[in-house]
């Protein structure tokens, strides 16, 4: 039997960046913990994405995660936008990686359709399904539903990154 894994899983905003924490052992999941890291809308760029850099780090710092997965950047039609969101899912990617740990990326499309089957799943949707596999959650915002997917998505398809990691190096 492998141990315990616990994965942090990161829904990247710039003004909301949903965080979940769960443990993956073989096939079962446990619910550690979730909620969001906020920025200041009213203050700059550089101090918004500081505000975000800061509270990951306490995350990773307070839950010590194994395994870090972040959602890939849904793209906007907005290129103003696209470029922000661009730069807080870079905070998402920078802070795990400062730690030493390993970061894993998914579309979001593929988080969707790992927790509820569809790939084209509403928020709504996502949350019911985060309340079934994840009982003892409490989501307080779609956010912190997404993250826990994220990280969810990761504990489903972990071993088989690792298996092309190893087929490729050997």
């Known amino acids: 039997m492998n141990p315990p894994i616990r994965i942090l899983g990161i829904d990247p905003g710039l003004r909301k960046t949903g965080w979940g924490v769960v443990v993956s052992e073989g ?9 969001c890291v906020e920025s200041d809308g009213a203050l700059p760029l550089s101090e918004r994405l500081r505000q975000l ?3 990951l780090s306490r995350i990773v710092s307070s839950f010590s995660p194994d395994e870090v997965a972040v959602e ?3 793209v906007n039609r907005d290129p103003q936008s696209a ?3 661009g730069q807080a ?6 802070v795990p990686a400062l730690a030493g740990l390993s970061v894993a990326e998914y579309a979001a499309n593929l988080v969707k359709k790992t927790v509820v089957g569809v790939g084209h799943a509403d928020k709504k949707q996502v949350q019911m399904m985060i ?27 972990r071993g088989m990154r690792a298996l092309v990691a190893q087929m490729r190096a050997g």
């Open 72 to 74: 890939e950047t849904f």
């Open 89 to 94: 899912r870079g905070v998402a990617l920078v």
């Open 131 to 157: 309340r079934v596999l994840l009982p003892k959650a409490e989501t307080k915002s779609a956010d912190a539903a997404d993250a826990l997917a994220v990280a969810i998505c990761h504990a489903q398809h």
């Open 27 to 35: 096939s079962k999941l446990g619910f550690v913990a979730c909620g």
């Open 53 to 55: 850099h800061d509270g």
């Open 83 to 85: 470029l922000k969101l």
